[in-house]
């Protein structure tokens, strides 16, 4: 790796650790997902940094060819990303569903009470708890 290219890796990896700062201060990315993206940029800083991190990682572990360590990484971090976000967006879904419910329920109960339910033009009044919210 020349010097030029290992600039550009450390400059990058510094400038994702910036963005990452920065969106969590604008309140654009949350936390729980900032911590993936530090992990990234802390890799790609060490793998920048050490120039033979990869060739003695590969040998520790018993890999031929170091290049398809990164592969494997890459194809293990995307994995672990898939699976994590599969599983905030089915917790999404079923909040999403409940919230549904819960307005389909409130409408009921106000056209209940401001609809009139016989010929005198009388507003009837609700003798019907009101829904329950469920807790999260």
């Known amino acids: 790796m020349t010097t030029l290219l290992q600039g550009t890796a450390i400059a990058a990896s510094v400038l994702i650790t910036i963005l990452v700062i920065q969106l969590i201060r604008k309140r654009l990315l949350s936390e729980e997902y900032s911590i993936l ?9 060490l793998l920048a940094i050490d120039r033979h991190f990869i060739d003695r990682l ?15 990484g890459s194809i ?9 976000f599969s599983v905030a967006l089915s917790r999404l879904a ?5 919230l549904a419910q819960e307005v389909a329920l409130l409408r ?3 056209e209940r009470i401001t609809k009139p339910n016989d010929s005198d033009g009388s507003t009837p009044t609700s003798s019907a708890p009101p829904p329950s919210t469920p807790t999260a």
Do not use: D
Request: charged share 10%; no cysteine.
């Open 94 to 98: 079923e909040q999403n569903k409940r």
């Open 58 to 72: 590969a040998a520790l572990i018993g890999v031929a060819y170091p290049p398809s360590l990164l592969l494997l």
């Open 108 to 110: 009921l109960e106000i």
């Open 76 to 84: 293990f971090a995307g994995f672990v990303l898939a699976m994590h």
């Open 37 to 45: 993206w530090f992990v990234t940029s802390l890799v790609l800083l």
